[in-house]
Nanobody, 126 residues
């Protein structure tokens, strides 16, 4: 399974950005997809996840109400729309994929996911 994240960049506080993750090598609709981020000298943290059919999404408290995860199973792509960005959102954003069954208690743990993309840098600064 290959994951290719893209769409990162520099954005001003309060601005918006959408990052994408294109998946190949697996039936995308059978994957649970997640987004994590890692700021310098910090641990990787959960941002959001979406189940296979897209009906159930999860968000961290820090992004709830500002970020929206979505997926297009026809395009084998998962998106993370980020609005009202803050400097503390600055990080490398990684997409992740789970091929198995998602335990609802573990959706926010990096070890739950089987495959990872290379990351895309989002910098929020004036």
């Amino acid at each position: 399974v290959q994951l290719q994240a893209s769409g990162g960049g520099l954005v001003r506080p309060g601005g918006s950005l959408r990052v994408s993750c294109a998946v190949s090598g697996y039936t995308f609709s059978n994957l649970v997809m997640g987004w994590f981020r890692q700021a310098p000298e910090k641990e990787r943290e959960f941002v959001s996840a979406i189940r296979r059919l897209g009906g159930i999404m999860y968000y961290s408290d820090s992004v709830k109400g500002r970020f929206t995860i979505s997926r297009d199973n026809a395009k084998n792509t998962v998106y993370l729309q980020m609005n009202k960005l803050k400097p503390e959102d600055t990080a490398v954003y990684y997409c992740a994929a789970l091929t198995g069954i998602l335990n609802g208690a573990n959706f926010d743990k990096p070890g739950t996911y089987d495959y990872w993309g290379q990351g895309t840098l989002v910098t929020v600064s004036s």
